[in-house]
């Protein structure tokens, strides 16, 4: 019988990040990190702090939304605006690991914090820099949201239904995955090499450049065809019966989603319709003439009703949730994904699994600077220099 793994402790554990970042894209990219074992600061200015915490919420504190991206994470206050305030960043990053930054290029270099001011108190430290465009060409100082990068990468052109309108989707995908996600993974290289061989690393990361080099399905579909496709007539689109959303009888609906012919065989076997096996990828009028024959199966049983008969012939169709009922979904309560707020809300914990890893435990974000002090003290600033700094307005 093979022996028992040991325990071990997350994966980033004694990675020290400073995170200078506001709204989505670089908090999302720090909780990452903060769920994978790193003590992430967050960074804030005393007079604004994170526009998040103002996003959402009742109007008595930090909404859901500034909760839910900063969690796990220390806070602290500083005025990088205040002659004392560069300094005290420099001495914070001699013991750091990570810096993110999610600024317009040039402003942290003006601020005496950028990465050449960085690096001479920390050869080894990886510095991030989130923005639209990236630190390089025409576009690079044009402000911009999730809309204008996924307009510019030709990401929301795909989106919506055939011969319609795009559809702004409510989920940031330049935000997440050309920002966050992608920011994380060049975070994770620089770091794997700076603790190899010493030497840190710029990252810079263009959301627009990271949404574009994600969008593979239509870039090869203008590779084989030499024509971009239409809004919601690719294979991953809407474009084929076989991989499509059909109302239900209820004014709910189901997610089709049979791409390989044994799925499919096995969905019309179950729905009695065995003549539409051969129009499974089918276009023009025959696709249509099936995608309509489904949409009429597929009203007369309310949504859970086909989720529960379909669901043991393993054919991919499953029923389309609303956000709340995802919460309580067997299978996302049974990961332990969801867990509960001592308010009585319910918030996302960190989704990577690490075999035989202790996960750490969930802590509410910081209110504004709760840290300030037991940082600066851990970089070596002593009470009396520590309240001169409150004194002055810099932290």
Same mark, same amino acid.
């Given at each position: 019988?093979?022996?028992?793994?040991?325990?071990?402790?997350?994966?980033?554990?004694? &990675?020290?990040? @400073?995170?200078?970042?506001?709204?989505?894209?670089?908090?999302?990219?720090?909780?990452?990190?903060?769920?994978?074992?790193?003590?992430?600061?967050?960074?804030?200015?005393?007079?604004?702090?994170?526009?998040?915490?103002?996003?959402?919420?009742?109007?008595?504190?930090?909404?859901?939304?500034?909760?839910?991206?900063?969690?796990?994470?220390?806070?602290?206050?500083?005025?990088?605006?205040?002659?004392?305030?560069?300094?005290?960043?420099?001495?914070?990053?001699?013991?750091?690991?990570? &810096?993110?930054? +999610?600024?317009?290029?040039?402003?942290?270099?003006?601020?005496?914090?950028?990465?050449?001011?960085?690096?001479?108190?920390?050869?080894?430290?990886?510095?991030?820099?989130?923005?639209?465009?990236?630190?390089?060409?025409?576009?690079?100082?044009?402000?911009?949201?999730?809309?204008?990068?996924?307009?510019?990468?030709?990401?929301?052109?795909? %989106?919506?239904?055939? +011969?319609?309108?795009?559809? %702004?989707?409510?989920?940031?995908?330049?935000?997440?995955?050309?920002?966050?996600?992608?920011?994380?993974?060049?975070?994770?290289?620089? @770091?794997?090499?700076?603790?190899?061989?010493?030497?840190?690393?710029?990252?810079?990361?263009?959301?627009?450049?990271?949404?574009?080099?994600?969008?593979?399905?239509? @870039?090869?579909?203008?590779?084989? /065809?030499?024509?971009? =496709?239409?809004?919601? #007539?690719?294979?991953?689109?809407?474009?084929?019966?076989?991989? /499509?959303?059909?109302?239900?009888?209820?004014?709910?609906?189901?997610?089709?989603?049979?791409? #390989?012919?044994?799925?499919?065989?096995?969905?019309?076997?179950?729905?009695?319709?065995?003549?539409?096996? /051969?129009?499974?990828?089918?276009?023009?009028?025959?696709?249509?003439?099936?995608?309509?024959?489904?949409?009429? %199966?597929?009203?007369?049983?309310?949504?859970?009703?086909?989720?529960?008969? @379909?669901?043991?012939?393993?054919?991919?169709?499953?029923?389309?949730? /609303?956000?709340?009922?995802?919460?309580?979904?067997?299978?996302?309560?049974?990961?332990?994904?969801?867990?509960?707020?001592?308010?009585?809300?319910? #918030? %996302?914990?960190?989704?990577?699994?690490? +075999?035989?890893?202790?996960? =750490?435990?969930?802590?509410?974000?910081?209110?504004?600077?709760?840290?300030?002090?037991?940082?600066?003290?851990?970089? +070596?600033?002593?009470?009396?220099?520590?309240?001169?700094?409150?004194?002055?307005?810099?932290?």
């Amino acid at each position: 019988m093979a022996a028992e793994l040991p325990e071990l402790s997350p994966p980033l554990n004694g &990675v020290r990040v @400073l995170d200078l970042t506001r709204l989505l894209p670089g908090p999302l990219c720090t909780l990452h990190l903060a769920d994978m074992g790193a003590d992430v600061i967050k960074i804030e200015d005393p007079e604004h702090g994170d526009y998040a915490r103002d996003l959402s919420g009742d109007g008595r504190g930090d909404g859901s939304l500034f909760r839910a991206l900063n969690r796990n994470k220390r806070g602290l206050r500083l005025n990088l605006k205040s002659p004392q305030g560069p300094p005290v960043l420099r001495r914070l990053a001699r013991s750091s690991d990570v &810096v993110v930054e +999610g600024f317009r290029p040039g402003v942290v270099d003006r601020l005496g914090v950028g990465y050449e001011a960085l690096r001479g108190e920390n050869p080894a430290i990886v510095y991030c820099a989130i923005s639209g465009y990236g630190q390089t060409g025409p576009y690079r100082d044009r402000a911009g949201h999730d809309i204008n990068y996924c307009g510019y990468a030709g990401v929301l052109d795909q %989106i919506g239904p055939a +011969g319609g309108a795009p559809v %702004i989707p409510n989920f940031q995908i330049g935000d997440i995955v050309g920002g966050a996600l992608s920011a994380a993974i060049g975070i994770l290289a620089a @770091l794997v090499a700076a603790r190899t061989r010493g030497q840190g690393r710029y990252v810079d990361v263009s959301m627009t450049d990271c949404l574009l080099a994600n969008a593979v399905m239509p @870039l090869a579909t203008l590779g084989d /065809s030499g024509k971009a =496709p239409l809004r919601g #007539e690719d294979l991953l689109s809407g474009g084929v019966p076989c991989y /499509s959303v059909y109302a239900t009888r209820d004014g709910r609906f189901v997610a089709v989603g049979a791409l #390989e012919p044994k799925f499919w065989h096995r969905l019309c076997d179950a729905l009695e319709r065995p003549d539409l096996r /051969s129009g499974q990828l089918e276009t023009g009028v025959r696709g249509d003439a099936v995608r309509r024959a489904l949409a009429d %199966i597929f009203l007369t049983r309310d949504r859970d009703d086909w989720a529960a008969y @379909l669901a043991p012939l393993d054919c991919c169709v499953t029923p389309v949730l /609303s956000v709340a009922e995802s919460l309580g979904n067997e299978q996302v309560q049974q990961r332990g994904l969801v867990y509960g707020r001592v308010d009585g809300g319910s #918030e %996302i914990g960190g989704p990577i699994r690490f +075999g035989n890893t202790t996960r =750490p435990a969930n802590t509410p974000a910081p209110e504004r600077g709760r840290d300030t002090d037991a940082i600066l003290q851990e970089a +070596g600033f002593y009470p009396a220099a520590i309240e001169r700094l409150r004194e002055d307005g810099v932290i």
